[in-house]
């Protein structure tokens, strides 16, 4: 327990916030001091084959110790973190025997982490409980994943008696701009299945995901002195407001839960000459996503209709698929899970996940990767928090599927 503790508070001292506007991979310097570190320690640890890629994939492996012919599998998780929060100075320290209430982040300013907001607090009544001060996000996000899956590849290494297949590692950068597959070499990789360990509370498992799309709308107005523009101006941002207040009203991320869709403005810039709004679009239907996608293009058109063509431009691109596709037809790796958690005293709790991970991009790219819980709490924001048995439990299951491969029936 204190060896996987010690490992994750090493990590989140790296600072590897992506970022969304370098177009470079990985998107900052700190993914790449990050990942020769973690190639250090996998050296160290006794993996074999350890690389860093010129784009900032570590991968490494862990050695078979049978001579039957098991399939070969893999563990991912991503290194950055969300570009949206500081990631710098992560000050992390553990509540000790959580008793319940209110947790104090911070004193100047006070910050207070509440059960009326979140109340999933309780669930660790008597738990030990990794936060941080609150100027910061944790970190748990994914470098509770790394730290689960490097603590199980150290358990495996120094287990040799423990018979298990070749098992390749992977570590990537930027999957929280949706490039962590950008560069993923999976011919290379060599694994028939993999895991990703990037979800949330303990037990989590996960196959399906959003559809996914962006979306940037750009609104062109002209400007003129406001004492002579009567019939003459036209305000970008006016038309822009128009545009939100078309889409509906309560298919947003703040108004839909398991297994509805949305519209989220993510980010808006304007003045009177030009606004632009930028959208993610998600479903978990193929249908319902391309309803949504036609309902963009429909309102921009309409836009175009009232105030003249070219008012308005519409850029839109898909990021990813729902991986169900893609792992309903090896459902064995999935059942597998489940057994793992079972056997190490965890209820599995299959639920989509409402967000990206590699493992959609990676599934279709001929890698089934389903999604493992690693732990965390409240991601991308002050109020992360990570329960410290929750990452112990992340580290047994990681080591528990390796050990089930060599009698699992072969599909």
């Given at each position: ?43 160290i ?32 998780a ?18 000790r ?54 603590s199980?590849?150290s ?121 632009v ?26 836009l ?37 958690m ?44 990570l ?24 599909q």
């Open positions: 327990m204190k060896d996987i503790v010690n490992r994750f508070f090493s990590y989140v001292s790296f600072d590897t916030q992506s970022s969304e506007t370098t177009h470079c991979t990985p998107s900052t310097d700190g993914q790449m001091t990050f990942a020769k570190h973690l190639a250090e320690e996998l050296s640890v006794g993996l074999e084959d350890v690389k860093v890629s010129e784009f900032g994939y570590v991968t490494a492996t862990i050695p078979a110790t049978t001579n039957k012919p098991v399939p070969t599998i893999g563990f991912i991503h290194m950055d973190t969300s570009p949206d929060y500081s990631g710098r100075n992560v000050r992390p320290r553990i509540v025997n959580y008793k319940g209430g209110d947790i104090e982040l911070s004193v100047a300013p006070q910050v207070v982490m509440k059960v009326a907001d979140f109340p999933e607090l309780l669930h660790y009544k008597g738990q030990d409980i990794i936060v941080a001060d609150s100027d910061t996000l944790l970190g748990a996000d994914d470098k509770a994943g790394i730290a689960a899956i490097v199980a590849a358990y495996l290494i120094n287990n040799k008696n423990l018979e298990h297949g070749k098992i390749r590692i992977c570590f990537t950068p930027d999957e929280e701009i949706g490039e962590g597959a950008d560069h993923f070499d999976v011919n290379d990789f060599g694994a028939e299945w993999a895991y990703t360990v990037d979800g949330g509370e303990i037990g989590e498992l996960e196959y399906e995901t959003f559809n996914a799309a962006a979306a940037v709308v750009t609104f062109y107005g002209r400007n003129v002195h406001p004492g002579s523009a009567y019939h003459k101006m036209r305000n970008s941002m006016r038309l822009a407001s128009t545009f939100i207040g078309l889409l509906p009203r309560h298919e947003t991320p703040e108004h839909t839960q398991d297994y509805e869709g949305f519209y989220h403005l993510i980010q808006m810039n304007g003045t009177v000459e030009t606004t709004l930028k959208y993610i679009i998600r479903d978990f239907r193929t249908d319902r996503f391309n309803d949504r996608k036609r309902e963009m293009e429909h309102l921009v058109n309409k175009n209709a009232e105030y003249g063509e070219g008012t308005v431009k519409l850029e839109m691109r898909d990021q990813y698929y729902n991986m169900r596709e893609k792992i309903e037809p090896v459902m064995h790796i999935v059942e597998l899970a489940k057994q793992a079972r056997e190490c005293g965890v209820e599995p709790k299959t639920v989509p996940v409402r967000g990206g991970t590699d493992g959609a991009r990676l599934s279709f790219m001929g890698l089934p990767t389903p999604n493992l819980f690693a732990g965390g709490v409240n991601f991308h924001g002050r109020y992360e928090f329960p410290v048995n929750s990452l112990q439990k992340a580290a047994e299951v990681v080591a528990k599927i390796a050990l089930l491969v060599p009698n699992m029936k072969q």
